[in-house]
C-alpha cells in the first residue's frame, strides 16, 4: 500500500507559471496570447514596490489590463510590505491566486490577519511565500488556511538570478510534514534545475527567463511539463 506521501505525490498535476516580469512590457496583450498558447497553465505576475524589494513593477491598473486579456489564472506574487492594505485592488483587478511574503507578517497572527483580509476581498486561493533565508517551520501554523506555499529558490526582486539549490530541504520538508497544498518554485527554474525542484515535491513552477528566453517557447514549456511529471513521482 502506498504512504500518504506517496498517493499524494501521484496525485499532483504540474502546473507551469511563466512569470510576466520576463515578457516585453510594451507588448504584454501580445506576449500573454502567445504564453498562453504556448501551453502556460497560469500566468505568474510580479508585484514589488521598492520597498520589500529593491525594485518597482506594476500596480493594480495593469494587472487589471492583464486580466482583461488573460484566460489562465493570474498567479499574483505580491513583493509588498502591506499586502493586505491592497487585498481589495488586487481582487478587484483579476487575481486568482494571491501571494503575500511571511516576512511583511512574520507571525501566525499577522499572516491570518492578512489571509482573512484576502479571502474577504474575494481572493480563491491564497498563498504564503519564503525567501531564501527566511526559515520554513512556522508556516507550518498556517497548512490547513493557505492553498499554496511559494518557496524563493532566489532573493526576490529581478528575474535572471542563479537558482539556490539549498531551498529544495524546504520543499521535502513541507511534504514531509504532510502538506497537501500547491507548492510553488521561483527563481532561476530552467530545464535543469526544474528536476531537483519536482522530486522534491514542488508542483507548481514560475520560469520567467528560461521561458521568455527560450527560441522555442512551446517547445521548453512542454519539456518542463515532461521532466517535473516524470521526476515528481521519483523523489
Ligand atoms: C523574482 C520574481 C520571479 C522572477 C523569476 O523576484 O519573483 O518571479 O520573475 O525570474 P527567473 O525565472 O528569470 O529567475
Ligand atoms: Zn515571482
Redesign the pocket.
Known sequence: MLSKRETSMTERTVLISP????CDFAQIARDVAMIEAAGADWL?V?V?DGHF?P?LTIGPPVVKAISKVATVPLDV?L?ITEPARYAEAYAKAGAHVLTFHWEVAPSPEEARAVITSFRDAGIEKVGVSVNPDTPIEPIAALFDEVDLVLV??????????A?MGEVLEKVRWLRAEGYEGWVEM?????GETIVGCAEAGTDVF????????ADDIPGTIAQFRSTAAERMHVG
Open positions: 512569470s510576466l516580469l520576463s505568474h510580479d514589488m524589494v525594485n506574487h513583493m524563493m529558490s532566489v532573493f526576490p526582486g529581478f528575474g535572471g538570478q537558482f521561483d527563481g532561476g527554474i530552467d514560475v520560469a520567467g527567463s528560461a521561458i521568455f528566453g
